[in-house]
């Protein structure tokens, strides 16, 4: 029963990410799925449920996610003719968003990092007094 109880809250934030997802089509198109998991993310963050009502089904989920892009390879595998004439685009638009995704991770990482030993170092100098 504890694990249905988990499933329905996980289950429960993916469905309101999809009213939300068609409520804001005409505005902007934001996956379901994405909106459920940012809904389900501030739901834990203010406490509004507690991490263990969703612990063990979660944790379950991603040790198995592997499962859920079964589908999509599938899907490439089923459309490889229409890939294979846009290759050449498909790679290249893969190799720059990597690259900036790793120089925008890098840089965000860098501003945290450098705040944390800012207030660190404030820390060391209030002990001090």
Same mark, same amino acid.
């Given at each position: !029963?504890?694990?249905?109880?988990?499933?329905?809250?996980?289950?429960?934030?993916?469905?309101? +990410?999809? !009213?939300?997802?068609?409520?804001?089509?005409?505005?902007?198109?934001?996956?379901?799925?994405?909106?459920? !998991?940012?809904?389900?993310?501030?739901?834990?963050?203010?406490?509004?449920?507690?991490?263990?009502?969703?612990?063990?089904? +979660?944790?379950?989920?991603?040790?198995?996610? +592997?499962?859920?892009?079964?589908?999509? +390879?599938?899907?490439?595998?089923?459309?490889?003719?229409?890939?294979?004439?846009?290759?050449?685009?498909?790679?290249?638009?893969?190799?720059?968003?990597?690259?900036?995704? !790793?120089?925008?991770?890098?840089?965000?990482?860098?501003?945290?990092?450098?705040?944390?030993?800012?207030?660190?170092?404030?820390?060391?100098?209030?002990?001090?007094?």
């Amino acid at each position: !029963m504890k694990i249905i109880k988990q499933l329905f809250w996980i289950f429960l934030f993916s469905f309101l +990410g999809e !009213m939300l997802s068609a409520i804001i089509l005409p505005y902007i198109a934001i996956p379901g799925s994405v909106i459920g !998991m940012v809904l389900l993310f501030l739901a834990l963050q203010f406490r509004v449920i507690k991490v263990e009502q969703v612990e063990e089904a +979660g944790t379950w989920l991603t040790d198995n996610m +592997g499962i859920f892009f079964v589908p999509a +390879g599938v899907a490439l595998i089923s459309n490889f003719d229409i890939l294979a004439d846009a290759w050449l685009q498909l790679l290249v638009i893969m190799v720059v968003t990597t690259i900036l995704m !790793m120089v925008f991770v890098g840089k965000v990482v860098q501003r945290i990092k450098k705040r944390t030993d800012v207030k660190a170092e404030k820390t060391v100098k209030k002990g001090e007094r």
